[in-house]
């Protein structure tokens, strides 16, 4: 007879969340606070085209990304004459 093999098992590893970035999804409300303006205000920026957002079905969510970059690109230098 002959003796019998054992083979070690196969580990399939699958990506972990948590080394993922997973974003965080704000709210109209959540952005406007964050700006400091209205959510009229918020609305308006959508509409114009001026502040990106990720649509779910009917309702519009930011990220971070989004509110960063939209603040980096509105800030005004102080001009030092």
Request: without cysteine; proline residues 2%; positive net charge.
């Amino acid at each position: 007879m002959e003796a019998a093999h054992h083979q070690a098992p196969v580990v399939i590893e699958r990506p972990v969340l948590a080394q993922r970035r997973v974003q965080a999804l704000l709210t109209r409300e959540d952005a406007a606070a964050m700006l400091k303006v209205s959510t009229d205000t918020v609305d308006r920026l959508v509409r114009a085209g001026g502040l990106s957002f990720v649509r779910i079905g009917a309702q519009i969510r930011f990220t971070i990304a989004d509110m960063e970059a939209f603040i980096a690109g509105n800030r005004q230098e102080a001009n030092h004459a």
